[in-house]
């Protein structure tokens, strides 16, 4: 190989080492909305982690964190919820559709009918129902 394209893969090289360990953590919180009383069960995974049974009492929250892939938008975690006799699943991080949204915060809502995201704003949310279509909020 030429010394201009070792030189020039090595710095590609760099560059792509640096961007991944500079780039922020997100954030995803996810908050029991369900009603007084109900308590939500709450595991979630990505699919090289599994970040085990949380459970919620009404009003409180679980958190984590992680650093999305930078080079290709895939990085992915899947919840299940449950209260009750009710079992529930969702994508609550989704790159390609998330990122853009909350960047290094997500602020999620559970509710009975779905959960609810949080747009830098309290006033400003996005209603999902179970299967992930948006709904009015």
Request: charged share 25%; glycine share 4%.
């Amino acid at each position: 190989m030429k010394k201009t394209q070792v030189t020039t893969v090595t710095l590609m090289c760099l560059i792509l080492l640096l961007s991944t360990n500079c780039r922020a953590k997100t954030h995803v919180i996810i908050v029991n909305d369900l009603g007084e009383g109900i308590e939500l069960t709450v595991h979630c995974k990505s699919k090289d982690d599994d970040l085990g049974l949380h459970k919620l009492p009404f009003k409180e929250l679980y958190e984590f964190s992680f650093k999305p892939n930078i080079l290709w938008p895939a990085t992915l975690f899947y919840c299940s919820f449950e209260w009750g006799n009710e079992l529930r699943s969702f994508n609550i991080y989704d790159e390609k559709r998330d990122y853009q949204v909350c960047h290094d915060k997500c602020y999620w809502n559970v509710y009975k009918a779905g959960p609810c995201l949080i747009i830098n704003d309290p006033d400003v949310t996005r209603c999902q129902d179970w299967k992930g279509n948006d709904k009015e909020s």
